[in-house]
């Protein structure tokens, strides 16, 4: 090849594809490392464990912090879905030791609700980063090779991804530092932020959104009883007006019905399962400083919740001592 052609396609790389390819790399950078995406945990998911939970952004109302003696792990990812959390057991079950415990979420949008195709679009780059084709849905290769390789062009809006990274907000940092008051928070939670908050990540599709969560659901119930994994199945606390404002759309007969489904059948079949429903306990819902938001529990409420559920589960010879 004629030297110049080579000057010439050199020059062209480190004007157009160098440039390109850093940005892509402080991209990937910024999502997968410090945005919910939360991917740096799943480079090296140990083995051995004895406690987890997947879910999506309400896993992180598990802290097993005061739980050393426990092998932990939480799998969970802001705005997965069922289905997700179908694929991700699926693919590190044999991580599980046996007679552990797995919490498997059930959030008032995963009844009826189903992860619209443009909800999945934003997140499904971060799948390609860690599970293999066969538990990612219409895995498609060349597709693989963009979300894996090149995330930043599946990004409608990538210079604000890295931005907000390195600009934080002032009023954010300054309403951290604020105190908040029962009377304060109780007046952020209206019934439209709640309602919608709700339908925009999980449309209410009915019996088809039923049937769907209700699939997945059983199958890693299955799955787990197979691998000697007890699951339990926890509906997380949320603030009284929360579920109140839930209640008034008629939610609770439908989840009702829902719950006695899995518990009937996995009774029938004799699997084990157990379900915790914190939804409106009141040993939470009334006491504001356990939450941050209208469904999210505080740092201070993800402790208590936490040491309540495995104390529960220790009293029912669930869970067994902690190994380490």
Known sequence: MNKGVVRLLVK???????????????????????????????????????????GSSHGYNFDYSEFPEYKSFNFNLSMQATNYDYHILNQYIDHM?????????????????????????????????????????????????????????????P????????????????????QRTDEEFASSITKDLVLHSFETMFPNMGEEGFAYNYGYLMKMIELCNAH???????????????????????FFDQYEIYRNKV?????????????????????????????????????SGAKVFTRDIIEKLKDEKILSEGSL
């Open 228 to 250: 000697k994994v007890y699951p339990v199945v926890v509906t997380c606390p949320v603030p009284d007006l929360t579920s109140e404002y839930y209640a008034e759309t008629g």
């Open 97 to 157: 030791e046996e007679n552990s415990v797995i919490f498997l979420l059930v959030s008032f949008g995963e009844v009826e609700g189903i992860q619209p195709d443009f909800q999945y679009e934003k997140i499904k780059k971060r799948y390609y980063q860690f599970l293999k084709p066969s538990n990612i849905e219409n895995y498609n290769f060349f597709d693989a090779l963009k979300q894996r390789f090149f995330p930043i062009v599946c990004d409608s809006h």
């Open 12 to 54: 062209l790389f480190l004007v157009l594809l160098l440039p390109f390819e850093i940005l892509n790399l402080i991209y990937s950078y910024v999502e997968f490392n410090f945005t919910d995406n939360g991917m740096t945990k799943f480079r090296k998911v140990p083995y051995g464990i004895q406690i987890a939970n997947v």
């Open 263 to 299: 518990l009937s059948e996995t009774a029938e079949r004799g699997l084990n399962c157990k379900w915790y429903d914190y939804s409106r306990s009141p040993d939470f819902c009334h006491n504001y400083s356990y939450f941050k938001d209208i469904s999210h529990m505080s740092d």
């Open 159 to 178: 210079f604000k991804t890295i931005w907000d990274h390195f600009v934080p907000k002032k009023q954010d940092s300054a309403a951290s530092k604020k």
